[in-house]
């Protein structure tokens, strides 16, 4: 079998939109040490090895052997994935619960939250927050208002977690890269472990915070079973799926490994007929195969 290695560390590290530099800070090494990856002039150890393939969030031997070479034309395409918040994350509504005058409140407030998404890119917490508190208010008139109340507070309670936690890793990513830039080669692996140190205190403080106080992940499961019984029993499997995807589970299991599991969970509920799962894998296909109109350096 074909070992691809070399090429395939160049090609996903274009079509993620990286420079050598900036993958060597993801992997603590410097640039020179990606270029000779990429040339063939090295080989990664084990251990490089597999953080290679969970930064890609694919597996060892698909990195060594999957011919990805033709991907790196293509770009990740981040405002495609915004473009569709409203499939990633949709609100739902009944008519009878619309007839409630504070549920049709918070359903206004969260349509618009979506809109200003889809249209800058991005989203305040503060805002998430505005919608979370409107729908906390809604009266538990009966089951059908109470289902959905809780359905639409899943989907921004997950939405607001991960924006937290891709703020934390974008002031993470920009933290290294500085300190890159101002110290001396010698001082690379000393300074980058600090950064990573300071972003995992945050990571767990983020968790602890917004997912374990405010909503255990017990409870979630909970809410998430009850709706399983309901008419949006698809939705509350896709919400399931979706924990992975946006590696929001506080296991042991490694980012890519989460996301992979993720992956596979949206696929296996797609061959079933879950048209929540069949939209998010092809907001992700159109992305994949988006073309690219901008270069990567190196």
Not at 260 to 275: C, I
Request: aromatic share 8%; charged share 20%; net charge neutral.
């Amino acid at each position: 079998m074909q070992n691809r290695l070399s090429t395939n560390i160049r090609a996903l590290r274009k079509f993620y939109g990286e420079s050598q530099e900036e993958l060597g800070l993801a992997l603590e090494c410097a640039k020179n040490t990606i270029s000779s990856y990429e040339t063939g002039q090295r080989e990664p150890n084990h251990d490089v090895m597999n953080r290679l393939a969970d930064h890609f969030q694919i597996t060892v031997e698909e990195l060594l052997h999957q011919d990805y070479s033709s991907i790196a034309q293509s770009s990740w395409n981040y405002s495609a994935y915004t473009r569709h918040i409203q499939s990633i994350v949709p609100s739902i509504q009944t008519t009878r619960a619309l007839e409630n005058k504070q549920f049709r409140r918070a359903y206004e407030s969260h349509q618009a939250l979506l809109r200003q998404i889809q249209k800058n890119g991005s989203v305040e917490v503060t805002s998430i927050n505005k919608c979370l508190n409107e729908y906390s208010i809604v009266p538990a008139e009966d089951n059908d208002l109470s289902t959905v109340v809780i359905i639409n507070t899943i989907g921004l309670f997950l939405l607001r977690v991960y924006v937290d936690k891709s703020a934390a890793s974008a002031a993470a990513l920009e933290t290294a890269q500085s300190q890159y830039l101002s110290k001396k080669e010698h001082r690379f692996k000393v300074k980058i472990e600090d950064a990573r140190a300071a972003v995992d205190t945050e990571k767990a403080a983020l968790y602890s915070t917004n997912l374990r106080k405010e909503i255990p992940h017990d409870i979630l499961n909970r809410l998430l079973a009850s709706v399983k019984s309901s008419q949006w029993s698809d939705l509350a499997d896709y919400y399931i799926a979706l924990r992975y995807v946006w590696d929001l589970v506080p296991n042991q299991l490694s980012s890519g490994m989460n996301r992979r599991v993720g992956s596979e969970m949206l696929s296996a509920f797609s061959s079933v007929g879950n048209q929540y799962a069949k939209n998010h894998l092809h907001v992700m296909s159109m992305i994949i195969h988006s073309k690219s109109s901008q270069t990567v350096d190196d």
